[in-house]
């Protein structure tokens, strides 16, 4: 069973990069795409952005000036790191795998995400 | 930017009754709309995705259905373990959107 965890920093100063990594365990990142997503508190859920194990990328137009995300499959983990951070930026964040179907032309991919890791959250502050 | 609106906000009701759960989206999302929980301090799980298709695992009780800008997360029958919060998501236009959730409480 594919388990996802949100590693970094739990704290990040004002016009700092966050940087988060998430490590898949009990199971390959190969031949997946695999998501970022965010909570501030008390609020709604916010769409990040996606990178493919190949590396290609996909992220929120409101968010693309200040976001990567990168993966290192010789690690199993993919990164995200969201630079100029202000105190709006902090939130849980969560990572999380797109689910993948196959039919007889072969694997395809539709962004629902499931499973989803625990979630770290992390402050914006001085 | 699809929005997507939940009512109502929360929801207050036994165990045994049945839940219905609306999202509405600002435009039509068509069949790609799909449903989540999130139980304090968890992470969210996948219930429903394309409108009605249940996620492994999750037990029939629950049902999607709707198409279009009108969606409902039914219920049947509320377990303990089934009061959370339920957001909805659209993946018809990206960036994919969220609800903001629907609390279903214990009455």
Known sequence: ?126 | EIVLTQSPATLSLSPGERATLSCRASQSVSSYLAWYQQKPGQAPRLLIYDASNRATGIPARFSGSGSGTDFTLTISSLEPEDFAVYYCQQRSNWPDTFGQGTKLEIK
């Open chain 1, 1 to 126: 069973q594919v388990q996802l965890q949100e590693s970094g920093p739990g704290l990040v100063k004002p016009s700092e990069t966050l940087s988060l990594t998430c490590t898949v365990s009990g199971g390959s990142i190969s031949s997946y795409y695999w998501s970022w997503i965010r909570q501030p508190p008390g609020k709604g859920l916010e769409w990040i952005g996606y990178i493919y194990y190949s590396g290609s990328t996909n992220y929120n137009p409101s968010l693309k000036s200040r976001v990567t995300i990168s993966v290192d499959t010789s690690k199993n983990q993919f990164s995200l790191k969201l630079s100029s951070v202000t105190a709006a930026d902090t939130a849980v964040y969560y990572c999380a795998r797109m689910l993948r179907f196959y039919d007889s032309s072969g694997y395809y991919y539709v962004r629902w995400f499931d499973p989803w890791g625990q979630g770290t959250l992390v402050t914006v502050s001085s």
